[in-house]
């Protein structure tokens, strides 16, 4: 008999993923996610960095169902960085949910290769498995201290989160951070949390400032992580660059554990 060539593989792969049982082990036992943060592709050095990225985040996540990346995809905004990095990301095999973060623009009022290359991605809504994605444009041009949060964006919150179950577990990302006392922390944080804790709230992930931290508001943790990048590194010192393998679970529990490129994982938290 023939081995199965790798297309006919992945179509197996794919029909066992989406088959009943898939579905019925999922409801029970929850689901794996990506999230990570700060890229910063710059140019033709950066994609055979970032296809190994890309494969070890395979690797460490498997089962991953979809990754979210928290803003600075990018490192100038122009559409060759994100066309190139987009041709990586596609190879992850799961859908990617970015929102921007200031070096995605190109000019203070000019974004448009970052919404050319992932439309509608600014503020948005992505559900799975029973819990809710929030996506957030935290932006303020190219800015990067002493923001705001647009008045935009918490318009559209006050539109769209009464649209959402309010039991339902759910996730928010940004770039900059939400947590109290975080370095470069918008001015008016505290009005997109308080918007955000009406819901049944149990993680935020954010970047920008380049470090780890990590805190528990409520029922939620809220995390800024350290960057992803081949050519910025770590605000906080740290050596380590990666993401964090995330496990979502019915019950509305939410675990993590950070994978370093090259290293180890840390403790699962």
Request: glycine fraction near 8%.
């Amino acid at each position: 008999m023939n081995p199965l060539s790798r297309r006919a593989a992945l179509r197996l792969t794919a029909a066992l993923a989406c088959s009943p049982f898939a579905r019925a082990a999922e409801a029970e036992d929850g689901f794996e996610f990506i999230a990570v943060n700060d890229l910063h592709f710059s140019d033709e050095k950066c994609a055979p960095f970032f296809q190994n990225v890309v494969a070890r985040m395979r690797e460490s996540a498997p089962k991953a169902v979809l990754a979210l990346i928290a803003g600075d995809l990018a490192d100038g905004g122009t559409p060759e960085q994100f066309a190139a990095l987009r041709a990586c990301l596609d190879r992850l095999g799961v859908p990617f949910f970015p929102v921007p973060g200031n070096h995605d623009y190109l000019m203070d009022d000019d974004r448009t290769a970052y919404d050319t290359a992932f439309p509608g991605r600014s503020n948005y809504v992505h559900s799975h498995g029973g819990w809710q994605f929030i996506g957030l444009d935290s932006t303020q041009g190219l800015a990067f201290d002493g923001t705001d949060i647009s008045p935009a964006t918490l318009a559209w919150c006050d539109e769209n989160l009464p649209k959402l179950d309010p039991r339902a577990p759910t996730v928010a990302f940004t770039h900059f951070p939400l947590g109290p006392g975080t370095t470069y922390r918008p001015r008016n944080a505290d009005a997109l949390l308080t918007r955000l804790e009406k819901l049944n709230l149990r993680g935020t992930f954010s970047g920008h400032w380049h470090g780890l931290n990590e805190q528990h508001i409520h029922h939620a943790d809220v995390v800024v992580s350290r960057c992803c990048a081949r050519v910025r590194e770590n605000r906080d010192g740290s050596p380590l660059k990666g993401w964090w393998v995330c496990r979502a679970t019915p019950d509305g529990s939410l675990t993590r554990r950070f994978t370093a490129l090259a290293t180890a994982p840390e403790t699962a938290r």
